[in-house]
């Protein structure tokens, strides 16, 4: 089979995957709403169309909420690519929003040089994190999965702790620190949107990880462990560092989002739980099947469907879990390797019978 | 209306494979009752597919089959069992841990209230073992015993399942020589009292010995039944490759010079307590190819593996040109210009999802021609891979292909590229020519003996007793993790000489296998 006529079909599967759990999500709301007909309008039309116009201000929310999925959907692609199942993207974010926000409060510094610094500490911050999961896996064998996992909730409460005890801001009603510096905020792209210009950054972002997983050598070795650990090790490449340094860069990616996060849409840093981020990042990654190029699509299609899902529960009265699901039924048909096994054999038998006519068509041509 | 006189009849089979490969393209197969009948091809010809869906390991794509004429759907192997169809698979599928006789009844154990009645496995064992004249040790546990012995297991496992077909895949790829003779013996034997032998080989000599007919395939396709005593090896060659071979390598006589590999008194107990390295010494000169022979599991594979630190050695020393070996990172004994052909080319060769061109580069993706800055330098990249694609002879699309779409052969030619173009001074090739096509495997041999011949030490690991007596120039056998013999010269040696060596049925003295070394 060729490779376009592959890349078509996986093209088909990821369509007909995401509409069967559109389908599913439907049958839901058919249950769970009054009024189904104006529930699907918010859930598919309403984000971008509403009264008979384009929607802009909802369109630029939708564009928004892709920039910290853009960042953990690239951390789990760079991991997995080096097949380390790291889940660690969650404390991650949430340790480097912290910590940007504790320079962007208490590290006065000069206008603009006091945002880029702020983000690249809560970089750092997400990157030294994981070197815990990855050291652990290179040195004792135990597994990235359940490490970082447990991790995260060890962060959660490191963070909180001194949320609590050191940086809460007592004269407010609900826990936060104090404001950060308006030097260290990054501005909206359109005022009175959640469209900041750390979207622009993401996409950057995006670009540089795409050269780098496929234009560096650095990135050449992570895929080469990912694929065959035995074969990259024969071949000279440092495997047990490239292991270490691909989840550091995943953490990274993540402390980045973090921090771009809470330095564009907050005053104060106000997170009393994991942020979610992470695990969205699981699911854009699969989306985009560990590509980082159509990382920025499958965060964009989550983020409509989270609009779409926040309309619904405003104006139709259903739940805003129901994201949830259907993000759960589409991660079921996508994961599932042999979800449409059969067509694609046939597809296959097809193609591979079209060859061998052509093989014979140039021999009989030859012959004359 | 099916004819009768044939116990299995294959009828266009088809069979396309979900990466795409179409193994086999309406071929017919028929099979007389009580006859020796060869199946013959390169590899990836797609006899091994063919075979697999007679025992009902793989369907065919399209095609029908029938047994004693009758028409079957084989959904499973325990369907085919049924059906009188039994397989010796090339790569045995015992329990090595348990005893003969459990091996033998395993899954129709005969029990005594809950419990296994040992005792009558046991007696089974011995039954059909004499019957047949399938001698083996019903109490000795699988792990224990010779290669030879466990295809004798492996057949009768197939008999005591009610086999009447039997089907040997590549049976004697294993054997030393005097194994294939007590084999052969004992399938002449299986013939007499009725039963059909299906034999899966390449091996021209040993087809012409045993078998009555041959069905040739070639590229999916059949090229046609053949009565076996009519038809000459030229014939058979001819017809399997579609072109005539030359068996035979030519080369120069060798110029040895400066010692390049030297391995001393290497020892390694393995985890079950089994010393699989005894003490080894031995040296490679620049110039030379020093074949290493022997049956296979008698520490080659270790030997390999401590030579590229993919293991650690309890004692001894390995150096190359001087520098030590032994927890160095390949990528600083790749430096010392050691390339080496992996025995398990899936495991260590290449990456199979990655393109041939990711696989071309994995060793030197860090060198300065390759990179720009940061960056990889993709034109030299694809100029190179390109140039090695040509040389080697890969056939493929493009060097975007996945690598693991591509034969056997075509993948060992990536592996080869790799290796033989990185300038080394040492070429360890282990298994070089394993299950691939004569093509191919002649390529092979043919670029190891110029890379010699240029001035690289080779040091050759091989259980293909025509492959290491034809391009060695020195050889040394191993039995027991110890160099049993070495010859200087191989010229003279002939297969049964090495059969004696290789078996442990005799052994050089100390003198004698010290001239390995040479100071």
Known sequence: ?368 | MENNEYVVQMKGITKVYPNGVAANQGVDFNVRKGEIHALMGENGAGKSTLMKMLFGLEQPTEGEIFVNGEKVHLSSPNVAIAKGIGMVHQHFMLVPSLTVAENIVMGMEPKKGLFINYKEAVRLTEEFSQKYNLHVDPQAKVRDIPVGMKQKVEILKALVRGAKILILDEPTAVLTTQETEELFKELVHLKEQGYTLIFISHKLNEIKQITDRLTIVRAGKSMGVHETATTSKEEISRLMVGRDVVLTVEKDKAQPTDVVLRVSELEYTNDWKKKMLDKISFDVRKGEILGIAGVEGNGQKELVEMLFNLNIPDDGEVTVNGKNVIGVPQKDIRGYGVSLIPEDRMVFGIAGTGTIEENIMSDRCSDQKYNKGPLFNMKAMHEDSDKLIAEYKVLCKSRKQQVGMLSGGNIQKVVVAREFSAEPCLIIADQPTRGIDVGATEFIRKKLVELSREGAAVLLVSADLNEVMELSDSLMIMYNGKIAAYFEDTSVLTDSMMGEYMLGLKQQSDEEVRRVIHE
Not at chain 1, 76 to 97: D, K, R, Y
Not at chain 1, 124 to 142: N, Y
Request: with cysteine; net charge positive; glycine share 10%.
């Open chain 1, 1 to 368: 089979m060729s490779d376009k006529r592959n890349i078509m079909f996986e093209i088909a599967r990821g369509l007909i995957a995401i509409t069967i759990a559109i389908a599913v999500a439907f049958l839901l709301i058919f249950a769970s709403s009054d009024d189904p007909a104006s529930a699907l309008q918010c859930l598919l039309i309403r984000p971008v169309w509403t009264s008979g116009a384009l929607n802009t201000k909802s369109i630029l929310t939708i564009l928004g909420r892709t920039t910290p999925m853009i960042f953990t959907g690239l951390a789990v692609c760079v991991m997995f690519s080096a097949n380390q199942f790291n889940l660690g993207g969650e404390g991650a974010v949430m340790a480097g929003g912290f910590v940007a926000a504790l320079v962007g409060i208490y590290v006065p510094m000069s206008a603009g040089l006091h945002v880029v610094a702020s983000v690249l500490i809560g970089t750092i911050t997400g990157g030294l994190i994981m070197i815990i999961p990855a050291v652990l896996k290179v040195k004792l064998k135990a597994s990235e999965m359940v490490s970082s996992l447990m991790l995260n909730y060890v962060v959660m409460y490191i963070v909180l702790h001194f949320l609590n005890m050191n940086f809460a801001d007592r004269s407010k009603g609900a826990t936060q620190t104090f404001p950060m510096e308006s030097t260290s905020l990054i501005g909206k792209m359109v005022t009175g949107t959640e469209l900041t210009w750390g979207f622009p950054v993401a996409i950057i972002a995006t670009i540089l990880v795409a050269i780098f997983m496929y234009r560096t050598r650095w990135g050449y070795t992570i895929r080469m462990i990912g694929i065959n650990e035995s074969f990259s090790k024969y071949s000279g490449m440092k495997v047990g560092a490239v292991l270490v340094i691909s989840q550091v860069i995943g953490g990274a990616l993540s402390g980045m989002g973090g921090a771009i996060e809470v330095l564009g849409r907050y005053e104060t840093f106000r997170w009393q739980g994991l942020p979610g981020y992470g695990w969205t990042g699981l699911t854009v990654a699969i989306l985009a099947k560990n590509n980082p190029i159509l990382v920025p699509f499958a965060a964009l299609f989550i983020a409509y469907l989270d609009r779409g899902c926040e309309l619904m529960s405003i104006y139709a009265g259903v739940p805003a879990e129901m994201i949830d699901i259907i993000q759960a039924v589409i991660f079921l048909f996508f994961a599932a390797e042999q979800f449409m096994a059969k067509t694609k054999h046939k597809m296959v038998v097809k193609g591979a019978k079209e060859e061998m006519k052509q093989i014979e068509l140039a021999k009989e041509g030859g012959d004359l």
